[in-house]
């Protein structure tokens, strides 16, 4: 199937193949010059009679219950009595510059046809990670953009399909993922999508529950008869791959055929009639496509439409951060680190990804981009817009306001009162550090800064203190004498650190009692002396009370002696030499012992 730029309408007739009894409908309407009814009427009478009239080309693993049939049928006829009024969803994909390629244009008319029943649309992820990330985020946004336009949406997690693994973009083959890891992604993946686009709104299907009953014998000769291997090869998702030093195993390149039979099988029991993916997924979309039209004998009866990949303005891609991917779920990257991504978008990108990424009305989007080039316009205007709907869209309305109670709590110099749940939620978003916290009190914070390693020293810490820019918990730091005070402390647990706008520490706070100190000790000292000797100096460090420290030391004692060592070892203890055992002793007790013994041998 070659493949349809999108360029201008263009406008195809269609001529299906069709039985002979559905032909008679079809003669009927084109009599009454209601040529398009009568294509929509035989491809439901097809559809609704699951193709029995073509015994010899469905496959017996195919078949569905009959009482599916009159239905289909019965709601295909009354649609040709009435008005959709839908949006046509490609149009607005094409204006929004989300639209790659079609596989007919044939798409575009059945998405206002009255004639035509709503489209059931699916787009397919692999749970190769525990969450979907933000290359995924065109594919729900399109499936978004179906559901709004009157259409049915399908999300299909590939928990067989992953076992093979995608080559389309990819230079090495993926890595083989084990089954606990599948259930668990299969599972994330599955919360994620439902999460943003509604449960009750996109069905979410695996394909393992019908891949598990295939039978490699049937597969093969039912289905794999009809795939040509030249056209398998002309794909370019396997030309590149076959041109590259590592080549590609026989798994990978039979993935299209695969993803190919989802689309078939949805087809065939789900009633899904459009495969919409990135422009990398076209050869696995027409496998699909031409999988229905040789099986089925379906001609135009399934489309394909591909949306362009997400990439910035210099052509590099766009989801990757220094520290990795951008994820879709919160428990693997905070709602304010995502809200922060987009915040941070360039002047040259923002405009462009305000039209593919949010749902903002088009003439909206082109009053920011009027905006900007206005004097007097505030930076990072358009950015801030970007963020809060596409955080919106993912996170919901709660994620956004914690994403923005976050950012405005983390601003330098912002009246945002701070609070422990707050700086818990983006704790790990931000570099920190841990502190006993009486070592912190009365600390100066020039020796803070430099500790918490926000400096590398205490000259570029009072440089910046002069120069304005040092901050404790959003507060300006005027004086090299400032001092940390318990009333700095922001819920008795942390502190904040700010060295300019973007630089930032956490300093998290502990306190520790003598009964934990207690069971350090023991821990750390139950199996050797010096042991014991590295926990006491652990509680002198500490700074400890004495009789704490006396009671920690006894409690010790007691452990190791009455727990691990026999009344004979005890016996032993004045005899043997502490060092075979890993015992270290006293230069104290070294020295009265070789006093004993020379006492010994001078009285001999």
């Given at each position: 199937m070659s493949r349809r730029k999108i360029t201008a309408p263009e406008t195809k007739v269609l001529s299906p193949t069709v039985p002979t009894i559905s032909g008679y409908f079809v003669h009927l309407l084109a009599s009454m010059n209601m040529r398009m009814a009568a294509v929509t009427t035989s491809r439901a009478f097809l559809y609704s009679h699951h193709y029995h009239s073509l015994p010899l080309c469905v496959p017996s693993f195919f078949r569905v219950p009959r009482f599916h049939r009159k239905p289909i049928l019965l709601s295909a006829v009354k649609c040709l009595q009435s008005s959709s009024g839908r949006q046509n969803v490609v149009d607005i994909l094409e204006e929004r510059g989300l639209l790659e390629s079609l596989t007919s244009e044939q798409l575009r008319h059945a998405c206002t046809d009255p004639s035509i029943p709503p489209l059931k649309v699916y787009c397919g992820f692999d749970p190769t990670a525990e969450s979907l990330h933000l290359g995924n985020?065109?594919?729900?946004?399109?499936?978004?953009?179906?559901?709004?336009?009157?259409?049915?949406?399908?999300?299909?997690?590939?928990?067989?399909?992953?076992?093979?693994?995608?080559?389309?973009?990819?230079?090495?083959?993926?890595?083989?993922?084990?089954?606990?890891?599948?259930?668990?992604?299969?599972?994330?993946?599955?919360?994620?999508?439902?999460?943003?686009?509604?449960?009750?709104?996109?069905?979410?299907?695996?394909?393992?529950?019908?891949?598990?009953?295939?039978?490699?014998l049937?597969?093969?000769?039912?289905?794999?008869?009809?795939?040509?291997?030249?056209?398998?090869?002309?794909?370019?998702?396997?030309?590149?791959?076959?041109?590259?030093?590592?080549?590609?195993?026989?798994?990978?390149?039979?993935?299209?055929?695969?993803?190919?039979?989802?689309?078939?099988?949805?087809?065939?029991?789900?009633?899904?009639?459009?495969?919409?993916?990135?422009?990398?997924?076209?050869?696995?979309?027409?496998?699909?496509?031409?999988?229905?039209?040789?099986?089925?004998?379906?001609?135009?009866?399934?489309?394909?439409?591909?949306?362009?990949?997400?990439?910035?303005?210099?052509?590099?891609?766009f989801g990757k951060s220094e520290e990795g991917a951008i994820w879709l779920s919160s428990s693997m990257l905070s709602p304010y680190k995502f809200y922060q991504y987009f915040f941070s978008v360039s002047d040259a990108d923002v405009v462009r990804f305000l039209k593919i990424l949010t749902f903002l009305d088009m003439n909206d989007i082109r009053q920011i981009e009027s905006d900007m080039k206005r004097p007097g316009y505030l930076p990072n205007t358009a950015q801030r817009r970007l963020a809060e709907e596409v955080t919106r869209f993912v996170h919901g309305q709660d994620g956004l306001d914690e994403a923005l109670k976050a950012t405005e709590a983390m601003k330098p110099g912002a009246d945002t009162k701070l609070d422990w749940n707050t700086m818990q939620a983006i704790s790990e978003d931000v570099p920190s550090c841990s502190f006993p916290y009486h070592q912190v009190l009365d600390l100066s914070v020039v020796d803070l800064s430099v500790s918490s390693g926000l400096f590398d020293s205490k000259s570029a810490a009072r440089r910046l203190l002069k120069q304005g820019g040092l901050y404790l918990n959003n507060s300006r730091v005027d004086s090299e004498s400032k001092r940390i005070e318990p009333q700095d402390v922001v819920d008795g647990?942390?502190?904040?650190?700010?060295?300019?706008?973007?630089?930032?520490?956490?300093?998290?706070?502990?306190?520790?009692?003598?009964?934990?100190?207690?069971?350090?000790?023991?821990?750390?000292?139950?199996?050797?002396?010096?042991?014991?000797?590295?926990?006491?100096?652990?509680?002198?460090?500490l700074g400890l009370p004495v009789l704490g420290i006396v009671a920690a030391a006894a409690i010790t004692f007691y452990v190791v002696s009455f727990s691990e060592l026999s009344e004979k070892s005890f016996r032993d203890l004045d005899k043997k030499d502490y060092d075979d055992e890993g015992y270290k002793p006293s230069p104290s007790s070294r020295v009265k012992r070789a006093r004993r013994k020379a006492n010994k041998q001078s009285k001999g």
């Open positions: 985020l065109l594919g729900l946004i399109v499936l978004s953009w179906f559901q709004k336009c009157g259409h049915q949406t399908v999300a299909l997690i590939g928990g067989a399909t992953a076992r093979v693994g995608d080559p389309s973009g990819k230079s090495l083959e993926r890595p083989e993922l084990d089954l606990e890891t599948l259930s668990q992604n299969t599972s994330g993946i599955s919360n994620t999508v439902g999460k943003i686009l509604g449960s009750s709104g996109v069905s979410i299907l695996n394909n393992y529950d019908w891949w598990k009953e295939v039978r490699l049937d597969f093969l000769k039912d289905v794999g008869r009809f795939a040509r291997v030249g056209s398998m090869m002309a794909k370019e998702s396997v030309k590149k791959r076959l041109e590259s030093e590592q080549g590609m195993s026989y798994t990978e390149f039979t993935y299209q055929l695969l993803q190919g039979y989802d689309f078939l099988y949805l087809f065939r029991n789900e009633g899904v009639n459009v495969q919409i993916g990135g422009s990398d997924q076209w050869g696995n979309i027409t496998a699909g496509t031409e999988l229905i039209r040789k099986i089925l004998r379906a001609d135009d009866a399934a489309y394909g439409l591909t949306f362009r990949l997400l990439l910035k303005s210099d052509g590099t891609k647990k942390l502190l904040l650190l700010s060295a300019g706008k973007k630089n930032k520490v956490l300093s998290t706070l502990s306190t520790l009692t003598v009964s934990n100190t207690t069971s350090y000790v023991i821990f750390k000292g139950s199996n050797t002396r010096e042991g014991n000797y590295r926990s006491m100096d652990g509680l002198q460090q």
